[in-house]
């Protein structure tokens, strides 16, 4: 087997990546002239405007207002703004790459194979990886991951908190549940976490607001990046009478017009319920049928993420860590995960050119730049579909990948 670089090299990369992405995010107009010229809009606009609506009007999303986030997402926003407005994106940048540099200590004491893989994924994603609310959620998740063998209930509040800052990670509690690992554990986890969650939300005054997020995702409309929104791109691009790429102001994101688009914007909702119900569904057949519960659970993880990805009707790039955490824990407990981890970092690359090096083409109905976010979203689709045959076929005689636990030294050899 390939010798693998060391720790020294691993860290570097990982340095020269958080490097590099920061630099584009950070900098106006290093993304290129068919780019977004600012990668990080969403921190240095969105998340500074809450926060300064907060310092402004005291009134706090999330607790004062409805929000789209889970209520500890505020947390790290909060945190950003301590040297105020100038320094927000900066601050960002450091408290993202400090919560990667944990996990990836983490990565490095489990096998520096994953460790490699993630910062692969990092570089492949682009600036997005980490100027996104995502990108807070995805290093307490991969604690989490990395923890469900030994130390199931802290496991389970790490995914919880995770799941407190962005839904995706209860995709992982779920597989925990569907394949019987440490049940009460992960159930204790979960409702301790939450519990003290909703309860400082009620004592701050938020009532109904702490599960506003649920509503006011369900009500968004068609997003130019999701899959379903293909078919009227394709008629964008052919200019069909009625259909076009519009700006929502109210949601901040770039959506589609068109005959059937709001009766489908409705209906996606069911088909995303449905598909995880599908899901759900071929994991208790695996577990029926005696499948190893380390393969019923990365599969399970994965496929409920990749039904949250392909078939929403938001397809913002950052969703892409989404799929991190479940690939991360499926090489580490299963030999089934090569394609998926391939398959992902190709997605990787294609949504980094989409966005943000192309996106002003993505925009304006270029159709090259159409036909690589199309060629992103079929890989999304052939991946759900995978994990959902990985399922279908996974049975007693699956022979199971022994879990390796963290040692106190690093794995020079990665192996």
């Not at 700006?247 to 901040?252: C, G």
């Not at 659970?297 to 991190?324: D, E, R």
């Not at 996106?359 to 759900?384: D, F, H, K, M, T």
Request: aromatic share 8%; proline share 6%; with cysteine.
């Amino acid at each position: 087997m390939r010798r693998l670089p060391g720790v020294p090299v691993l860290i570097g990369a990982f340095v020269l990546v958080h490097v590099l992405l920061g630099l584009v995010g950070l900098v106006p107009g290093l993304a290129g002239p068919f780019g977004d010229p600012t990668p990080f809009g969403d921190v240095t606009g969105v998340y500074r405007f809450w926060i300064d609506t907060w310092h402004q009007r005291g009134r706090l999303v999330g607790v004062d207002l409805p929000w789209v986030y889970p209520l500890l997402a505020i947390v790290p926003m909060l945190l950003a703004s301590v040297a105020g407005d100038a320094a927000y994106a900066l601050l960002w940048v450091l408290l993202v790459t400090a919560l990667d540099a944990a996990a990836l200590v983490l990565l490095m004491r489990r096998d520096l194979r994953l460790a490699w893989w993630w910062v692969a994924f990092t570089a492949c994603l682009g600036p997005v990886a980490i100027g996104r609310i995502d990108a807070v959620a995805l290093p307490v998740a991969i604690a989490g991951v990395l923890m469900l063998a030994r130390r199931p209930t802290l496991a389970a509040v790490l995914l919880a908190i995770a799941t407190w800052i962005k839904v995706w990670p209860a995709a992982v509690l779920a597989a925990m549940l569907l394949a019987g690992r440490r049940v009460a554990a992960a159930i204790t986890g979960v409702a301790l976490t939450s519990a003290a969650v909703i309860g400082v939300a009620v004592a701050l005054g938020a009532g109904r607001n702490v599960f506003s997020f649920v509503a006011t995702q369900a009500g968004r409309g068609l997003q130019i990046e999701a899959p379903v929104t293909g078919l009227w791109l394709i008629d964008v691009v052919l200019g069909v009478p009625g259909a076009s790429i519009y700006y929502d102001r109210d949601i901040l994101t770039f959506q589609v017009a068109g005959a059937g688009v709001d009766a489908t914007s409705q209906a996606m909702t069911a088909v995303l319920a449905i598909g995880v119900l599908a899901v759900v569904a071929v994991a208790l057949v695996a577990r029926l049928r005696g499948a190893p519960d380390a393969e019923v659970l990365a599969l399970t993880a994965l496929g409920l993420v990749s039904a949250l990805i392909a078939l929403n009707k938001v397809g913002s790039p950052q969703y892409l860590t989404w799929y991190v955490a479940p690939v991360l824990l499926g090489l580490a407990t299963t030999r089934r995960f090569r394609f998926p981890a391939v398959l992902v970092l190709v997605m990787a690359v294609l949504t980094q050119a989409v966005y943000p090096w192309f996106y002003r083409l993505v925009i304006q109905a270029e159709p090259w730049a159409i036909g690589v976010l199309e060629l992103r979203n079929l890989l999304e689709l052939v991946l759900l579909a995978w994990t959902v045959g990985a399922l279908l076929g996974a049975h007693a005689d699956a022979r199971e990948r022994p879990v390796r636990e963290p040692s106190r030294e690093p794995d020079p050899v990665g192996s």
